[in-house]
């Protein structure tokens, strides 16, 4: 699907949120430009996500360390994440940061056609059930995975796109929707970008608005 066709139906469905969208907002990249991620790349960082975001919430960090460099999910991290969780006096304004990663796993749950996505809901609370239990290989659960089509993708890329942006500036203009949580939404266009191949890797996808 060209990005004009993929913009229509974001149009649409903000018609039928009667939310405000933005007619001069950027185009997404043609798939041409893209370089998508495999199945087994998103299950990886999406369980590498989870780990990390399970330390947040108060796992042992350095059980979750063994656990990602056991199963060789460390690389998975950004740097920005390794130090986090080799930080004894991570501050809880980090913590509660990355925290908002379930979202970006939900997204890649979504994607994996592991769950539904509702971008007005927060993640499910059943999220972690749908991936292998923590301490257990995931080997098997990665090598397995596979991807929703592009298509299906990229379009939920480009209503992520101009749901952010109407986030931002519904937050910059004191008007926010309330059924629009900036932190969900930008977390989750992060992990649509990045699925999609805007960048190769995690820390490098922009989200601009």
């Known amino acids: 699907m060209e990005p004009i066709?993929?913009?229509?139906v974001t149009f649409r469905r903000f018609a039928s949120w009667r939310l405000k969208a933005n007619e001069n907002l950027p185009f997404v990249e043609s798939l041409d430009d893209l370089r998508p991620k495999s199945g087994a790349e998103v299950a990886a960082r999406a369980i590498a996500?989870?780990?990390?975001a399970a330390f947040c919430?108060?796992?042992?960090?350095?059980?979750?360390?063994n656990d990602l460099s056991r199963f060789a999910l460390w690389e998975?991290?950004?740097?920005?994440?390794q130090s986090?969780?080799?930080?004894?006096?991570?501050?809880?304004q980090s913590k509660a940061f990355?925290?908002?990663?379930?979202?970006?796993i939900q997204f890649m749950a979504w994607s994996l056609s592991l769950?539904?996505?509702d971008h007005f809901a927060p993640c499910s609370e059943a999220l972690v059930s749908h991936f292998p239990k923590p301490s257990t290989d995931p080997g098997p659960f990665i090598a397995n995975a596979s991807l929703r089509q592009i298509d299906e993708l990229l379009q939920e890329a480009d209503t992520l796109y101009m749901l952010h942006w109407c986030a931002v500036e519904g937050n910059l203009g004191g008007q926010s929707d309330s059924r629009l949580n900036l932190p969900r939404i930008s977390f989750r266009r992060h992990a649509a970008d990045w699925v999609v191949g805007v960048a190769e890797a995690w820390a490098?996808?922009?989200?601009?608005t």
């Open 5 to 8: 066709n993929l913009r229509e």
């Open 49 to 52: 996500a989870g780990y990390l």
């Open 57 to 65: 919430f108060s796992a042992p960090a350095e059980k979750v360390r």
């Open 76 to 81: 998975q991290l950004t740097i920005d994440e």
């Open 84 to 92: 986090l969780l080799s930080n004894q006096d991570a501050s809880d």
């Open 98 to 104: 990355h925290s908002w990663l379930v979202e970006s």
């Open 115 to 117: 769950v539904p996505l």
């Open 204 to 208: 490098d996808v922009p989200l601009d």
